[in-house]
């Protein structure tokens, strides 16, 4: 086409591969997720929800996976910051209910620069983080 | 597991032959779409946006397939009924603005039963209405 | 620094000749305007609101910006065909109270991509759409 | 004009100038930061996100400022009032997601009276508040 377009930072291909390695993680766990990724703009790219993974978690996934671009993170670095004696005590109500501060958010990065992130939820935290750290190797 | 689970109205695996079908139609026409496909309870199960689809209609493609749910009907059968001289001028306003009243959000049907929805959306309201017709069609 | 970070689609050195330019074209006119520029992910990179401009028009303009991005139009594109009688009747409504479509908002576009938006508000429609001409011309 | 005009509490360009001064400290110490000024009704005047600073941080810079309005108090004094065994504790529910209790909003001042406030976040709690300074200082 002729006229100018949006250029994705993440294609859909990458994407579906990525959330692809992470159901191969979670599966081989044993424990369905709700899986998300978001371009480096914040915006959702891709998601699924595993067979019996939570509803609940449909909005945590694509929130780890916000959170990660918004703050160039992994969620989990943001646990300790913000718990009540923390540094950043109070940032995840400070942001209009989209900041998650415990595991599973993990930006993806494509040579030293993130393009895109993936998040994943209905597990324990550290069932989140594994499956997202699958997911986030297969970009 | 010996807990209980939620069942599924449709699976991963349904979800995505739809979505499949859906990009294999907009691949066909030329037009980058943003799919999503959600269950009987309106809540997200899948979603793809192509690549240069529309950022804003990640939440209008959602919007559409949740709107087919919410009221067991084609999103395009809305629109004479609340346009300002319609029986139902206002419905669009009357649901925390998550009702879509125009083209490409359809019920997915199996054995009479709504099982789930899909909405598409970036392209005009006939591409969108063609591709959702194409996803639904492979369920 | 060695820690991968975002790439920005618009710099900030952009985004404020943009609005430099937009100032100086509301001047021209007698009409101060809020202005905001987005990123291709819709995201605020910057914006100013001139001595005297609305106060309700800082949301204006930056989800003017912002439709721009979403929908990769002018936002007076939008207008005729979300009337009462349009195809698209009811799109405002249906993307949680986000997207303008009257004139104001228009993509940013170098070298045939899309890399932003800039969107104007407080005037009447032809100073918003004249002054955000004026900017994304500078770009 | 002859029509009735609201009068500002800060100009544009004294809002360019704090926020200048704040990107020369961010420069600086190295640190691309979400700088942002609302005026003393806590409306946004002026924001910039340096190139590679946080998306997530737009808000909080703006939420930095606007508490700093909204309690007339930097948002450094409400971090240990607002701690799970202080006497405000809650106090960051109680506002619809827009207070921050932690470092980097500082208001404006002007002859004894606050005019304004700065809010900047993407840093660390230090390089918030010493980029908020230099701000603060430059009215």
Do not use: C
Request: no cysteine; charged share 20%; glycine share 10%.
């Amino acid at each position: 086409m002729s006229n100018p377009k949006i250029q994705d930072t993440i294609t859909l291909e990458d994407a579906r591969r990525v959330i692809d390695a992470a159901i191969a993680r979670a599966e081989e766990i044993g424990q369905p997720q709700d899986i998300a990724v978001v371009d480096a703009g914040g915006n959702l790219k891709a998601h699924v929800r595993m067979d019996t993974a939570n509803i609940g978690s449909i909005h945590i996934a694509i929130n780890k996976a916000y959170t990660s671009i918004a703050f160039q993170t992994q969620t989990k670095d943001l646990t300790e910051a913000t718990r009540p004696t923390g540094d950043l005590y109070g940032l995840n109500d400070a942001h209009g209910g989209r900041i998650v501060v415990f595991p599973g958010g993990i930006p993806l990065v494509r040579d030293g620069v993130i393009v895109g992130a993936i998040g994943v939820s209905t597990g324990s935290i550290e069932e989140d983080q594994t499956v997202a750290e699958a997911g986030a190797a297969a970009l």
